[in-house]
């Protein structure tokens, strides 16, 4: 099983560095594998609501982003669903981790050892954070 991220999401589903090898890499993995939970659809909205006031993007390209991600969810992505065991465990990643680790990551690191599934991210630092924790995480970039 793996968690995508919502840095491996948001470059799936807008004009960035890396798309077209996430895009490559997300074709090649089996849809039944792929999880997201509902933190990563509200990161990935924050992202695009960021893109738009930063001037990166305007609302038509957000719309059509949106569309992308319903049809992601549409074709395939499961949901992992998380309660107060996940954020409780995400403290204790925080409080355990040797690195930098950002509570939203945290949170993101928590989700997915508690379901058993490597973490799928562009964050270098979560990578690091991850690798620190022993949490299985992998970028579809290396």
Known sequence: MMYLD?????????????????????????????????????????ALALKVRSGLIDNDTRSKAKG??????DQGLHMFEIGDAHFRHA?????????KLRAADSLHLAIADRNGASVCTLDIEMLGAAKALRIPALSPLQ
């Open 6 to 46: 919502s840095s491996l999401v948001v470059s799936a589903i807008t004009r960035e560095t890396d798309t077209q090898a996430v895009l490559s890499w997300l074709e090649r993995q089996s849809a039944d594998d792929l999880f997201i939970s509902e933190w990563v659809v509200t990161e990935v909205m924050s």
């Open 68 to 73: 992308g991600f319903r049809a992601m969810r």
């Open 91 to 99: 403290t204790v990643l925080i409080n355990s981790c040797p690195v």
